[in-house]
């Protein structure tokens, strides 16, 4: 940042300084100077500006000598000074030839400077050598890394020769001070001889022998009003004589001083003694002093710096010399000349120049050749000819040169049509022109080019398009390619009557599509081919390439629907065309069964996918079912005793006809071993049946198809909502704690009446014989004052699980004739699984000897021998059957069932056996829903043995019943 300070306030001041010292000189006028650059002329009094033409807007060179350089010299050498600053300046004016420089605007003089303008200079030959006087602080670094190269040199004293060769023989004059100083390099770096200010015209008429009057060296002068003593001649210091081999002698030490690093032979300074002495060793010169300068020219150097004028060759003989025979030397000078060249000439010289450019460098391309060869862009016959050449020097330049010096000379020949080789050019160097050119000229001239290429009417160049567009598709932006290119090529394949156009329109098109858009692809192009009019076998063959390629290249395919329904069908009419020959149809053949197999491919992996989608499914419901049937089968087995099995898989458990009612369950996945099913009069099976039998009763709200044709190993599919999910959770989670609770001891409850003791017909009926066989383990009574069969959460839950209560009593008996089950179960809205509210209460009747309904036996409100609390479940069961549940053998004690007489309040007013009586019902009438020809509520009827074991149990009397109900 600190750099950029300093240059910025460099440029600054030197821009500051320039317009204070031109400021009133009338050169500002025309043009705007701008930052010094370089110095020249005698002592490198000359400063040297950039500067512009203020109307035409062209860049020059504007030289301002400041006479405040001379303020301290006197009078007499200030004007002496001055004056040949203005004489030298004054007669450069008046020649004009390409080997002087050429000035632009004439010498202006005010008061505190002179300054005149020329063609763009880039520094002094003194500056390129290393002498910085006069030169801007710092040193441009253009300036001071400059190097000479070979062919440079070699054509620059060339230059300089043929510039002193034009003096002497039509100008008749000598040059009289040629050094470093006075030699100009412009901006196309050739050599211009400058620095007339001490001249010597010839004094005789043209017609005759010219003579050089010479003027004597004036010690007492100042040395810049004089002369360079290093370069000068001896027989003009010495014998005061002055000719054309005066300024051969200066060429001599100028070519010592360009091998030398700026150095040479002499070093006198201003003392014409010195300069005498090394006038007397320059005679006796060895070949050894002249080491650094290159052999083929070793020779002439010598001679040219003879003390004899004779001895030395003339500008003519030198400038045939074999040093400047050099390839690059030629082709610099020939492109110097280009303007006295015919065409012919021109076209030969520009098919060769590109094998003579490999050898120049980089810069001379740039600053000598380019130059020339753009010159010839206003010659269109020229162009085709000039154009490879100024591209091949374009491929080496930098995105910067190329922007500068070679895009805004190719710029008129971009809207050039003809002739048309020049659109063939360009096209194919279309990969140059859009790597270097900027993206806003790429729109504005490259590809306006291009299209105006591709709309062109003639066939060869619509071929050549096409052959070349592919080769740059890939640096077009796709918006261009989708919304200008692709167009054209479309338009032009459809409505060409030309066979090869249409064909190189499909090339194209099958060449581009790894640059295209897939979808692109499918709605533009694709459809295009079927819109072709024509069916020849070459544009088969080409439709057939861009299906192919879309089909196997890995970014893009065609989806199989699209195959199916629109290609294949296309296709298929195209294969059986007589014009295609064996070859053809069969690699017509091979891409119908790529795609056939693509589309048979996909299809099969679709439907594998659906279909494992749905195994998946299937095996996620079979598991969930197979829980809740494990789960059901431990309620199952603690109902019967805790060991009894299914019976032989044919019923259900409760649990799965609930899932089933859900939805989230079908019938059983997969048959188990039947196992020993107990005997039908057995309480297990009673009770088994009984529960089968009451789910059967509840339908779902929402019922699903169950029907025969429905297949057995899949469940309906049940979307469940978040709530219903969180309500499954919560009864499973009750469930866990459930199975981790310990059995709960029954314990005796004190009378809390002072009533008359009853007689305990509980007692009674447990005395009896019971119907429950030893290895079922179970009594006939479950309960305790905390719930036997449910903890204070529930077994499944409170008011909104399935079974189970709070605080509830549960009690199950059974008489002599018939079971006396009880079970209430309650549901809420939700229901178990997110099911319809069912009824709050199931109640069965028992046909039994007291008769009367269930209602009037439990859930009433705590009246009876087996009330309960309402809506609470009256029993729940793990999958294990052992949460909750207290189960005695048979032949444990007997816990005292007294306390349940008055557990649920003091007793109420009696009722009269008359209005507890049931109606009578037909045996085998089942009051949840159906009939059971053996029973009642589902419940399969007693064998006889079993009968008989309960009779004493039907004899109790009508008092006892009384006393039983308080």
Same mark, same amino acid.
């Given at each position: 940042?600190?750099?950029?300070?300093?240059?910025?306030?460099?440029?600054?001041?030197?821009?500051?300084?320039?317009? @204070?010292?031109?400021?009133?000189?009338?050169?500002?006028?025309?043009?705007?100077?701008?930052?010094?650059?370089?110095?020249?002329?005698?002592?490198?009094?000359?400063?040297?500006?950039?500067?512009?033409?203020?109307? =035409?807007?062209?860049?020059?060179?504007?030289?301002?000598?400041?006479?405040?350089?001379?303020?301290?010299?006197?009078?007499?050498?200030?004007?002496?000074?001055?004056?040949?600053?203005?004489?030298?300046?004054?007669?450069?004016?008046?020649?004009?030839?390409?080997?002087?420089?050429?000035?632009?605007?004439?010498?202006?003089?005010? +008061?505190?400077?002179?300054?005149?303008?020329?063609?763009?200079?880039?520094?002094?030959?003194?500056?390129?050598?290393?002498?910085?006087?006069?030169?801007?602080?710092?040193?441009? &670094?253009?300036?001071?890394?400059?190097?000479?190269?070979?062919?440079?040199?070699?054509?620059?004293?060339?230059?300089?020769?043929?510039?002193?060769?034009?003096?002497?023989?039509?100008?008749?004059?000598?040059?009289?001070?040629?050094?470093?100083?006075?030699?100009?390099?412009?901006?196309?770096?050739?050599?211009?001889?400058?620095?007339?200010?001490?001249?010597?015209?010839?004094?005789?008429?043209?017609?005759?022998?010219?003579?050089?009057?010479?003027?004597?060296?004036?010690?007492?002068?100042?040395?810049?009003?004089?002369?360079?003593?290093?370069?000068?001649?001896?027989?003009?210091?010495?014998?005061?004589?002055?000719?054309?081999?005066?300024?051969?002698?200066?060429?001599?030490?100028?070519?010592?001083?360009?091998?030398?690093?700026?150095?040479?032979?002499?070093?006198?300074?201003?003392?014409?003694?010195?300069?005498?002495?090394?006038?007397?060793?320059?005679?006796?010169?060895?070949?050894?002093?002249?080491?650094?300068?290159?052999?083929?020219?070793?020779?002439?150097?010598?001679?040219?710096?003879?003390?004899?004028?004779?001895?030395?060759?003339?500008?003519?003989?030198?400038?045939?010399?074999?040093?400047?025979?050099?390839?690059?030397?030629?082709?610099?000078?020939?492109?110097?000349?280009?303007?006295?060249?015919?065409?012919?000439?021109?076209?030969?010289?520009?098919?060769?120049?590109?094998?003579?450019?490999?050898?120049?460098?980089? +810069?001379?391309?740039?600053?000598?050749?380019?130059?020339?060869?753009?010159?010839?862009?206003?010659?269109?016959?020229?162009?085709?000819?000039?154009?490879?050449?100024?591209?091949?020097?374009?491929?080496?330049?930098?995105?910067?040169?190329?922007?500068?010096?070679?895009?805004?000379?190719?710029?008129?020949?971009?809207?050039?049509?003809?002739?048309?080789?020049?659109?063939?050019?360009?096209?194919?160097?279309?990969?140059?022109?859009?790597?270097?050119?900027?993206?806003?000229?790429?729109?504005?001239?490259?590809?306006?080019?291009?299209?105006?290429?591709?709309?062109?009417?003639?066939?060869?160049?619509?071929?050549?398009?096409?052959?070349?567009?592919?080769?740059?598709?890939?640096?077009?932006?796709?918006?261009?390619?989708?919304?200008?290119?692709?167009?054209?090529?479309?338009?032009?394949?459809?409505?060409?009557?030309?066979?090869?156009?249409?064909?190189?329109?499909?090339?194209?098109?099958?060449?581009?599509?790894?640059?295209?858009?897939?979808?692109?692809?499918?709605?533009?192009?694709?459809?295009?081919?079927?819109?072709?009019?024509?069916?020849?076998?070459?544009?088969?063959?080409?439709?057939?390439?861009?299906?192919?390629?879309?089909?196997?290249?890995?970014?893009?395919?065609?989806?199989?629907?699209?195959?199916?329904?629109?290609?294949?069908?296309?296709?298929?009419?195209?294969?059986?065309?007589?014009?295609?020959?064996?070859?053809?149809?069969?690699?017509?053949?091979?891409?119908?069964?790529?795609?056939?197999?693509?589309?048979?491919?996909?299809?099969?992996?679709?439907?594998?996918?659906?279909?494992?989608?749905?195994?998946?499914?299937?095996?996620?419901?079979?598991?969930?079912?197979?829980?809740?049937?494990?789960?059901?089968?431990?309620?199952?087995?603690?109902?019967?005793?805790?060991?009894?099995?299914?019976?032989? &898989?044919?019923?259900?458990?409760?649990?799965?006809?609930?899932?089933?009612?859900?939805?989230?369950?079908?019938?059983?996945?997969?048959?188990?071993?039947?196992?020993?099913?107990?005997?039908?009069?057995?309480?297990?099976?009673?009770?088994?049946?009984?529960?089968?039998?009451?789910?059967?009763?509840?339908?779902?709200?929402?019922?699903?198809?169950?029907?025969?044709?429905?297949?057995?190993?899949?469940?309906?599919?049940?979307?469940?909502?978040?709530?219903?999910?969180?309500?499954?959770?919560?009864?499973?989670?009750?469930?866990?704690?459930?199975?981790?609770?310990?059995?709960?001891?029954?314990?005796?409850?004190?009378?809390?009446?002072?009533?008359?003791?009853?007689?305990?017909?509980?007692?009674?009926?447990?005395?009896?014989?019971?119907?429950?066989?030893?290895?079922?383990?179970?009594?006939?009574?479950?309960?305790?004052?905390?719930?036997?069969?449910?903890?204070?959460?529930?077994?499944?839950?409170?008011?909104?699980?399935?079974?189970?209560?709070?605080?509830?009593?549960?009690?199950?008996?059974? =008489? =002599?004739?018939?079971?006396?089950?009880?079970?209430?179960?309650?549901?809420?809205?939700?229901?178990?699984?997110?099911?319809?509210?069912?009824?709050?209460?199931?109640?069965?009747?028992?046909?039994?000897?007291?008769?009367?309904?269930?209602?009037?036996?439990?859930?009433?409100?705590?009246?009876?021998?087996?009330?309960?609390?309402?809506?609470?479940?009256?029993?729940?069961?793990?999958?294990?059957?052992? @949460?909750?549940?207290?189960?005695?053998?048979?032949?444990?004690?007997?816990?005292?069932?007294?306390?349940?007489?008055?557990?649920?309040?003091?007793?109420?007013?009696?009722?009269?056996?008359?209005?507890?009586?049931?109606?009578?019902?037909?045996?085998?009438?089942?009051?949840?829903?159906?009939?059971?020809?053996?029973?009642?509520?589902?419940?399969?009827?007693?064998?006889?043995?079993?009968?008989?074991?309960?009779?004493?149990?039907?004899?109790?009397?009508?008092?006892?019943?009384?006393?039983?109900?308080?």
């Amino acid at each position: 940042m600190e750099m950029l300070k300093k240059l910025q306030s460099t440029v600054q001041s030197t821009v500051s300084s320039a317009a @204070s010292t031109v400021l009133g000189n009338p050169v500002t006028r025309e043009f705007e100077i701008r930052n010094h650059v370089a110095s020249g002329g005698p002592g490198c009094l000359w400063k040297i500006y950039n500067g512009i033409k203020k109307t =035409t807007r062209q860049e020059v060179s504007v030289f301002v000598c400041e006479k405040r350089q001379f303020e301290r010299m006197n009078r007499r050498d200030r004007e002496a000074v001055i004056e040949a600053m203005k004489r030298g300046v004054t007669q450069l004016t008046r020649l004009r030839h390409p080997r002087l420089l050429t000035v632009q605007h004439p010498l202006e003089e005010s +008061r505190d400077s002179l300054a005149f303008a020329t063609e763009p200079v880039f520094a002094s030959l003194a500056n390129v050598l290393g002498n910085y006087e006069n030169m801007p602080t710092p040193v441009p &670094g253009a300036v001071k890394d400059h190097q000479l190269y070979e062919v440079e040199i070699k054509y620059g004293l060339l230059q300089v020769t043929e510039g002193l060769a034009f003096l002497h023989n039509d100008v008749k004059m000598v040059h009289g001070n040629l050094t470093p100083e006075v030699i100009i390099l412009n901006k196309n770096g050739a050599w211009k001889v400058a620095g007339f200010e001490f001249c010597i015209p010839s004094s005789n008429p043209p017609d005759q022998d010219a003579f050089y009057p010479a003027k004597e060296y004036d010690e007492n002068l100042t040395p810049l009003a004089q002369q360079t003593l290093n370069y000068h001649a001896p027989e003009y210091m010495l014998q005061c004589t002055c000719d054309t081999p005066g300024d051969m002698f200066s060429l001599g030490m100028l070519f010592y001083a360009i091998f030398n690093q700026g150095k040479t032979i002499m070093d006198c300074g201003a003392s014409l003694p010195t300069y005498k002495r090394n006038i007397e060793q320059l005679g006796s010169l060895k070949m050894t002093v002249l080491g650094s300068i290159p052999d083929p020219v070793r020779e002439c150097v010598k001679l040219m710096l003879n003390v004899e004028p004779t001895v030395r060759p003339d500008a003519d003989q030198m400038s045939k010399i074999p040093f400047f025979d050099d390839v690059g030397a030629m082709t610099l000078q020939y492109l110097d000349t280009l303007l006295q060249r015919d065409n012919l000439q021109k076209s030969q010289f520009f098919k060769g120049l590109p094998k003579v450019m490999s050898k120049l460098p980089k +810069r001379v391309l740039l600053q000598r050749v380019l130059p020339c060869l753009t010159q010839e862009f206003v010659n269109p016959d020229m162009i085709p000819f000039v154009l490879p050449n100024v591209l091949l020097i374009a491929e080496d330049c930098s995105n910067d040169e190329y922007t500068r010096l070679v895009l805004p000379q190719l710029k008129p020949v971009l809207k050039i049509s003809e002739p048309v080789q020049i659109l063939v050019i360009l096209l194919q160097k279309m990969d140059l022109l859009l790597s270097k050119t900027p993206s806003q000229d790429v729109k504005d001239h490259v590809l306006p080019m291009v299209y105006r290429a591709m709309e062109s009417s003639m066939q060869p160049i619509q071929e050549r398009c096409l052959a070349i567009i592919p080769t740059f598709s890939s640096m077009v932006d796709f918006t261009t390619m989708k919304h200008a290119i692709v167009p054209r090529i479309k338009t032009m394949c459809l409505q060409t009557s030309s066979l090869s156009v249409r064909v190189n329109c499909l090339v194209c098109l099958g060449k581009m599509l790894e640059t295209l858009d897939k979808w692109f692809i499918l709605d533009e192009i694709l459809p295009m081919l079927q819109e072709i009019p024509s069916r020849e076998p070459a544009v088969l063959m080409g439709m057939l390439g861009i299906y192919k390629m879309t089909l196997e290249h890995k970014k893009l395919g065609i989806p199989r629907d699209l195959l199916a329904t629109k290609i294949l069908p296309f296709l298929m009419p195209i294969v059986i065309d007589n014009g295609l020959n064996l070859k053809q149809f069969n690699a017509f053949m091979a891409v119908i069964k790529e795609m056939v197999r693509q589309v048979e491919q996909e299809q099969r992996t679709k439907l594998e996918q659906l279909h494992s989608m749905a195994e998946e499914q299937q095996r996620s419901s079979l598991a969930f079912t197979q829980v809740t049937q494990d789960d059901a089968k431990g309620t199952n087995d603690m109902f019967a005793g805790g060991g009894g099995d299914k019976q032989n &898989g044919s019923s259900e458990s409760m649990m799965d006809k609930i899932w089933s009612s859900f939805g989230l369950g079908g019938t059983k996945p997969f048959a188990k071993e039947p196992a020993a099913a107990p005997k039908s009069g057995s309480p297990a099976a009673s009770l088994k049946t009984s529960s089968s039998s009451l789910v059967d009763r509840e339908e779902p709200a929402t019922s699903l198809d169950m029907s025969p044709g429905r297949m057995p190993n899949q469940p309906a599919k049940v979307n469940l909502s978040l709530e219903e999910k969180q309500r499954l959770a919560r009864d499973q989670e009750q469930q866990r704690r459930l199975k981790s609770q310990g059995a709960i001891a029954p314990t005796a409850a004190k009378p809390t009446s002072s009533s008359p003791k009853p007689r305990d017909l509980s007692k009674t009926l447990l005395e009896s014989k019971p119907m429950v066989p030893p290895s079922t383990g179970t009594t006939g009574m479950m309960g305790s004052s905390q719930g036997m069969m449910g903890s204070s959460q529930g077994m499944m839950g409170s008011s909104q699980g399935m079974m189970g209560g709070s605080t509830g009593w549960s009690m199950m008996g059974n =008489t =002599t004739t018939t079971s006396m089950g009880m079970m209430g179960m309650t549901s809420t809205s939700s229901g178990m699984m997110g099911s319809g509210p069912t009824q709050s209460m199931m109640g069965m009747t028992s046909q039994s000897m007291m008769g009367m309904s269930s209602q009037g036996m439990m859930g009433t409100g705590g009246q009876g021998m087996m009330g309960m609390m309402s809506n609470q479940g009256i029993m729940g069961s793990s999958a294990a059957g052992s @949460s909750g549940f207290q189960g005695q053998s048979q032949g444990q004690a007997k816990p005292d069932m007294s306390s349940l007489d008055n557990l649920f309040g003091p007793p109420k007013q009696k009722v009269p056996m008359s209005q507890m009586t049931p109606q009578q019902q037909p045996m085998g009438f089942n009051q949840m829903g159906g009939t059971n020809p053996g029973g009642m509520g589902g419940w399969p009827p007693p064998n006889p043995s079993q009968q008989q074991q309960q009779k004493p149990a039907q004899n109790l009397s009508k008092g006892d019943i009384l006393d039983f109900l308080g």
